[in-house]
């Protein structure tokens, strides 16, 4: 890849009968702004090959091989500071849409809806005290899930060769050191950012937020 803007993946499937490619392009100008047009459209052979023009002949020989190119608008969500008011509660990409380059926002999707029933359905939430239980869900997931969608942005910015401090295309003379720090930094940030237990420890940590403020609810 020689432009900062296009980042490439292949996925095998059907057994090795079928290759998805996803092939981004990123206008870093347009971020965060309301997109016009159909999220999904039909794209001609020859605008797909264009975006791809000057990668290497390996990728662009992949390229001419697909079958009906569409392009997919990435849609976010940008940081809320809340998830819930009162008895109303937002889970999955209503509240932290995220870039698929981690491939968690389905999960993250799951795991609130995972500790969010095991709240609603725990024998100490009750009508009256239904905002607790959907304030603990608040607690627990929504920072987790924002940081996913934190680092998962930052890892596409290295994907397509566009992060300032480890290489971002700039040539410096030293282009091989940067290369492999920015190799390390990707190994790095893809170890790890799902923290520690998963949804099941979110889960215990959730259960003990809510029995110690349902205890403190009904002091008052």
Request: proline share 3%; charged share 25%; net charge negative.
């Amino acid at each position: 890849m020689v432009r900062n803007k296009f980042c490439f993946t292949v996925l095998r499937e059907g057994k090795g009968t079928l290759v998805n490619v996803v092939a981004f392009v990123t206008d870093r100008q347009k971020a965060g702004t309301p997109f016009e047009g159909h999220w999904v459209s039909d794209v001609s052979r020859e605008e797909f090959e264009e975006a791809f023009q000057n990668f290497e002949s390996a990728a662009k020989n992949l390229i001419k091989c697909c079958e009906n190119p569409t392009r997919w608008a990435l849609h976010v969500v940008n940081e809320l500071p809340l998830s819930t008011c009162d008895r109303v509660a937002l889970i999955g990409d209503a509240c932290h849409a995220m870039t698929p380059h981690l491939g968690a926002g389905g999960g993250h999707a799951i795991e609130d809806a995972f500790v969010l029933g095991r709240l609603l359905a725990h024998p100490l939430t009750t009508l009256d005290n239904v905002h607790v239980a959907l304030e603990t869900y608040q607690d627990i997931r929504l920072s987790v899930a924002q940081f996913t969608a934190r680092k998962s942005e930052a890892l596409g910015h290295m994907y397509e060769f566009n992060a300032p401090g480890y290489y971002d295309g700039t040539d410096r003379g030293n282009e091989g050191e940067e290369l492999e720090r920015l190799k390390e930094k990707i190994i790095e940030d893809r170890r790890g950012w799902e923290g520690e237990g998963g949804a099941v420890a979110g889960w215990l940590k959730a259960e003990r937020k809510l029995q110690e403020s349902i205890v403190i609810v009904e002091r008052w």
